[in-house]
């Protein structure tokens, strides 16, 4: 089965880390390196058409922001995978100052999307979601825990 994976959490949580140490073997899909919501949109699509797995690596906020991929995927048989990265902000604010370049993003980003986080839920669609958090030997991954 085809699987897209999406990833959730703020800036400097650990996403893309996470991506490149668990899901190496996904095509890897960010705005950051794309720049452009249409090139995403062709990349999903490219990923949708050729029945690749996939992973989109964003902060994916909010349930509205994180619905324009379920859309996507609707009806091609995709399971659904989404990765919420437990973090805080001040655990991310010194992770950012390590970045250089167009990596390190202003405090106050972090800060906006942190206001907007919205605790993904099985009823977005989602067919597994796990926690994910940092942890000094790399990544400690649990099951989501269902709403009763």
């Not at 991506?19 to 919501?37: F, G, M, P, Q, V």
Request: hydrophobic share 30%; glycine share 6%.
């Amino acid at each position: 089965m085809d699987r897209m994976v999406i990833m959730m959490g703020l800036q400097a949580s650990g996403k893309s880390t996470f991506c490149k140490s668990y899901l190496a073997e996904y095509r890897h899909i960010s705005l950051d390196e794309l720049n452009t919501r249409n090139k995403e949109r062709l990349a999903v699509m490219s990923c949708i058409e050729n029945h690749e797995d996939f992973v989109i690596d964003n902060t994916n906020p909010s349930a509205e922001d994180r619905q324009k991929y379920f859309e996507m995927a609707k009806g091609s048989g995709y399971r659904i995978i989404g990765y919420y990265m437990r973090s805080v902000i001040a655990e991310c604010i010194p992770r950012n100052e390590q970045r250089t370049g167009k990596a390190r993003i202003p405090t106050t980003a972090i800060a906006a999307t942190s206001k907007k986080i919205e605790l993904p839920t099985y009823d977005e669609g989602f067919d597994e979601l796990y926690y994910a958090e940092i942890t000094d030997g790399g990544f400690n991954v649990t099951e989501w825990r269902r709403e009763e």
